[in-house]
């Protein structure tokens, strides 16, 4: 089967671009990949603790399947626990895609696949060390913003979350699921994890896609 991956670092950050990627990726392979096969994760790169990665990588992900992701940033800003999750990976016998590593999506035959495998490890070395330095300087650009926001007198907090402001992909996997969770083919739980949302903030925009509805 094939499966993507998309991070962003907050919850007001917009995914949609990485799932376009893959999708459009996908479509030109002649891949059949479904929306609910699209794990999504708003939360900051630093480590692999995400409970959509962990879900799709631990519990979900089997032998043969195919992982696609538009950036190698975007599956982590850690270098050495990047290399760890690629190698967990291929010895699980998942084929990893990275869109902005061109050398992953071409296929060898075995015999010449250590050759590949050579490039590649050079290139995530590589880009590795660009996204933890990045990371680095996000840390220090959040920790100016924040003195500088402080020094101001300004309130720091999230914005409020509904209907409107959710991504575009959440309200169609909200639309798909909806039916299935009310003929309790799925739990709220399944549901809430499925849509990357929080107990209170779900039932809230449940309540205004009711009434949407009609």
């Known amino acids: 089967m094939i499966f993507g991956y998309a991070r962003v670092s907050s919850k007001d950050q917009n995914e949609d671009r990485q799932i376009t990627a893959i999708k459009e990726y996908c479509k030109s392979q002649n891949l059949d990949i479904e929306d609910r096969n699209i794990y999504i994760d708003k939360q900051s790169g630093k480590d692999f603790k995400r409970p959509s990665y962990q879900a799709l ?6 032998e043969g399947d195919t992982l696609i992701i538009k950036e190698l940033d975007r599956l982590g800003r850690n270098k050495a626990e990047i290399k760890k999750e690629l190698e967990y990976l291929k010895e699980k016998g998942v084929t990893v895609r ?27 070395e590589v880009m590795g060390a660009v996204a933890e330095e ?4 996000i840390r220090q650009r959040q920790r100016e913003g ?3 926001a402080k020094a101001k007198g300004k309130h720091l907090g999230r914005p409020r979350m509904d209907w409107n402001t959710i991504s575009k992909h959440q309200q169609e996997l909200i639309k798909e699921l909806y039916p299935i969770w009310k003929n309790k083919e799925i739990t709220a739980t399944e549901f809430m994890e499925r849509v990357d949302l929080k107990r209170n903030t779900f039932y809230k925009i449940i309540k205004q896609y009711e009434s949407l509805r009609g």
């Open 57 to 62: 990588t631990r519990q979900i992900l089997r």
């Open 134 to 137: 990045e990371r680095q300087k």
């Open 98 to 124: 990275i869109l902005n590593i061109p050398t992953t999506l071409i296929e060898l035959p075995d015999e010449s696949k250590w050759v590949m495998e050579m490039v590649n490890n050079v290139l995530i």
């Open 146 to 148: 924040i003195e500088e």
